[in-house]
């Protein structure tokens, strides 16, 4: 439902601005045309990282309608702050750096023990649609199932900042630079932030191996 | 090749291995080394595991209204007050302001009033003191003197004819 028609840019500091991020990306120049009233461009944007920004914060949080609500966030915050918009990075990074800081500071208010449901509960999880296509065994289900407590518990486990930096960095396969600049630290310490977080996981998920 | 396991900023390579990003020739650099390096193909196996239990973690899907529910509170907050927009904008902004950055002119701005109240105030130390008073000046001091005023002045004269 797009607010606005598509308007094609006549303002030359966009054309300039277009310029420069035609390198960049393509998300940072619909971004531009978001800039300039277009909302389709909006919609579009909205189309391309709507589940990427939403599953990044249900892995952080761990809570559907949490990360569905702290996404709408994102996403609005976005939209509001279209006219100041420089494209001076990735829009991915700006995008994945508004998602980490709600959720960080979601976690530092402590709103996490409020809005948690218990990772002994059966969560709703597309795992479990999977494995019913394919018709797995009772047992095969449950195996699955107590397997994914285990990944979420040590996810969750994590410190906040490792925890984003493991998820961007698996899951939304972002790069060293963009994790930096998404958690306001330096390639260097993302680097470390990983190295101990796949630590903590490799010792904690051992014994599922096998 | 430096071994990964035995120095920390070579880590990378293993985590950029097992998620498939080294170029060709630093893949098989690397499966070079792990043929020879135990502790190496240990670690990538340990963790090739997590990557294999973590890539099995699927979340549920996006609700079918979460569109129609963000538009919904993009109208709203379009017809709000415009005073109730701006301060959505002052007060949830995309990103956190950086308050430091308002802080440089802040401070730019301090020192310079404070160099200039010190160039035009004058220095106590070129402010000509008081005099002494009075009542700090030591009497036996101020008798000395007198007296040895006296033994420098020259007797007066008799008056002619007195003798």
């Keep these: 439902m797009p607010l606005n028609p598509a308007q094609p840019s006549a303002n030359p500091g966009v054309k300039k601005d277009m310029e420069a991020v035609a390198a960049l990306d393509r998300d940072a120049e619909l971004m531009l045309r978001v800039r300039e009233g277009d909302d389709t461009s909006f919609a579009l944007l909205l189309e391309r990282h709507r589940g990427p920004v939403v599953h990044f914060l249900y892995r952080m949080v761990q809570n559907p309608s949490v990360s569905e609500e702290l996404a709408q966030e994102v996403f609005l915050r976005v939209y509001r702050s279209r006219a100041t918009y420089e494209p001076t990075a990735k829009f991915t990074t700006w995008l994945f750096r508004i998602a980490t800081h709600l959720a960080l500071n979601w976690v530092r208010d402590g709103r996490k023990e409020k809005g948690q449901e218990s990772l002994d509960e059966q969560v709703v999880d597309g795992v479990d649609r999977q494995v019913r296509d394919r018709q797995p065994t009772i047992e095969q289900t449950m195996l699955h199932e107590v397997k994914m407590t285990e990944v979420r518990r040590a996810i969750d486990a994590l410190p906040a900042k490792q925890r984003a930096a493991v998820l961007m960095h698996k899951y939304e396969e972002l790069e060293y630079a963009q994790i930096a600049r998404a958690l306001s630290c330096s390639e260097s310490a993302v680097k470390s932030l990983l190295f101990r977080a796949y630590e903590s996981l490799r010792s904690r998920l051992a014994h599922l191996a096998g | ?163």
């Design chain 2, 1 to 163: 090749m430096n071994c990964p396991t035995k120095r920390n900023e070579d880590a990378e390579i293993l985590l950029d291995y097992c998620a498939q990003t080294l170029s060709p020739l630093q893949t098989a650099e690397f499966e070079l080394h792990l043929k020879q390096c135990a502790d190496c193909s240990r670690l990538v196996e340990a963790q090739q595991e997590v990557w294999g239990a973590l890539e099995a973690w699927t979340p549920p899907p996006v609700s079918i209204n979460f569109d129609a529910r963000l538009y919904a509170r993009i109208t709203q907050e379009q017809a709000a007050p415009a005073w109730r927009q701006w301060l959505s904008r002052i007060f949830q902004p995309a990103l956190p302001y950086p308050f430091w950055k308002s802080a440089i002119p802040l401070t730019a701005a301090c020192a310079l009033l404070t160099v200039t109240l010190y160039v035009r105030t004058p220095d106590a130390a070129t402010v000509p003191q008081p005099q002494l008073h009075a009542d700090k000046v030591d009497i036996e001091q101020v008798e000395q003197a007198l007296e040895d005023f006296d033994i420098l002045t020259p007797p007066a004269q008799a008056p002619a004819g007195s003798m």
